[in-house]
């Protein structure tokens, strides 16, 4: 049997319209050879995502999504198909999130923990993360912010930087490295002294050794003896105080016992003070005495006679 032209180019068209429609379906997100699960999630907005937009769990594609409907509250119905082998908890969520920074969208599945599993035509709770645009905004406003401060700092300081203060801060500068090099050759100096000392200084560590060594051997002793001094110093102190008040109560007491016999008349010195006829005597003396003298000046051969040839005294 002879097939005409007409056949085969029919024949051809067929095919043609068929591998046509299985594309435009799997473009879609249909797949018509083989099965797979559906699942549906609403969304307020669902910018940037379209049919055949992959659905995600941890970076590895599960599925695609298949169609999007336009609810009458205003939500959309996201349609997505998933490969029958992978089993999809109940409590999934379902993100909507930014792929890349044009705004392209993905599904994707963050896994829920439940052993209940989610079945053909179940709807999943849906979730809607910024775009990575609205998100480095926040962050883009606080670098415009901060460039702005650091804009007026350097300003600030590139007017305060005169050439006076520049000169003065280039010499501080030269003034530090001085300085850093003078302690540099300081501390080779004393490096230099104290490699060329060593071994006096390992002679008098080794003494200090010997001689804490000393000390801790003898602590005993040594708290010993100075307990023993306390203890004598203690016992001085206290008789060199005690015998000091002891006689120093002594002399007040005799002060005490002679100022009483003085005040009440006894001896001398109390009859002196206290009896006035002892004074009048005194002083008659005194003035007798004192006559007598004037007499004596006046006639001393009435006192005193002397012959030089012997003659008789009269």
């Not at 200084?201 to 040594?222: D, H």
Request: no cysteine.
């Amino acid at each position: 049997m002879k097939i005409t032209n007409e056949t085969k180019v029919g024949a051809l068209a067929a095919v043609a319209i068929a591998v046509l429609i299985v594309g435009y379906s799997y473009l879609k997100g249909n797949d018509v050879f083989s099965r797979e699960n559906e699942f549906y999630a609403k969304y307020d907005r669902v910018d940037g995502l379209t049919a055949s937009k992959p659905v995600l769990v941890n970076g590895y594609q599960i599925g695609r999504v298949s169609q999007l409907t336009l609810l009458p509250n205003g939500q959309i119905l996201v349609q997505f198909k998933v490969r029958p082998e992978f089993s999809i908890p109940k409590n999934t969520v379902a993100k909507l999130e930014s792929t890349d920074l044009l705004g392209g969208k993905a599904i994707v599945f963050q896994l829920g923990t439940g052993s209940d599993y989610a079945i053909n035509g179940d709807t999943l709770n849906a979730n809607v993360q910024k775009d990575l645009m609205q998100q480095v905004e926040p962050v883009q406003k606080k670098a415009e912010q901060i460039i702005a401060r650091m804009d007026s700092i350097l300003s600030s300081v590139n007017s305060t930087l005169n050439p006076e203060f520049q000169r003065n801060f280039d010499r501080s500068f030269a003034s530090i490295a001085r300085t850093l090099e003078n302690l540099e050759k300081t501390s080779k100096t004393v490096d230099g002294l104290v490699s060329g000392q060593s071994s006096k200084i390992s002679g008098i560590m080794s003494n200090l050794e010997s001689i804490t060594a000393n000390f801790k051997n003898n602590n005993e002793k040594i708290s010993a003896i100075m307990n023993n001094l306390e203890k004598v110093s203690d016992d001085v102190a206290r008789a060199n105080f005690a015998q000091t008040i002891n006689e120093a109560n002594k002399a007040v007491a005799d002060l005490q016992t002679i100022v009483s016999k003085i005040n009440s008349g006894t001896g001398t010195l109390g009859q002196l003070i206290n009896d006035e006829r002892m004074y009048n005597n005194l002083n008659n003396a005194a003035g007798n005495l004192d006559k007598l003298m004037i007499d004596l000046k006046a006639n001393p051969k009435r006192y005193v006679s002397f012959s030089v040839f012997g003659g008789k005294k009269e």
